[in-house]
């Protein structure tokens, strides 16, 4: 299994990204699906998931309104359009799939994960 995230960079605070994870060995129609950021100093934290299962999908406080999770089936894709970014934004952002547990918030919940892309928001 691999996942391979892109699509990260530097923006202004205003500005849209959208970050995508291409997957080999896995689908993201049969296994549910995360986006987690970990800026320097601190812990891994949760920014978005979609369920397997009706498509249900599910943001932290910080960028609901914000940020909006989708998958391609036919692309194998997962993406995560982020708008309005603010610098707090800032972060390496990590996709994961394979939900191993109930809980979507959860980083030990997620089996396989990608590599990180690297999202730099400046004021």
């Known amino acids: 299994v691999q996942l391979q995230a892109s699509g990260g960079g530097l923006v202004q605070a205003g500005g849209s990204l959208r970050l995508s994870c291409a997957a080999s060995?896995?689908?993201?129609?049969?296994?549910?699906a995360g986006w987690f950021r970990q800026a320097p100093g601190k812990d891994r934290e949760f920014v978005a998931a979609?369920?397997?299962?009706?498509?249900?999908?599910y943001y932290a406080d910080s960028v609901k309104g914000r940020f909006t999770i989708s998958r391609d089936a036919a692309k194998n894709t997962l993406y995560l359009q982020m708008d309005n970014l603010k610098p707090e934004d800032t972060a390496v952002y990590y996709c994961?799939?394979?939900?191993?547990?109930?809980?979507?918030?959860?980083?030990?919940?997620?089996?396989?994960w990608g590599q990180g892309t690297l999202v730099t928001v400046s004021s």
């Open positions: 994961a799939t394979d939900l191993r547990t109930f809980s979507v918030c959860l980083p030990d919940g997620f089996e396989y």
């Open positions: 060995g896995v689908t993201f129609t049969s296994y549910s």
């Open positions: 979609i369920r397997v299962s009706g498509g249900t999908t």
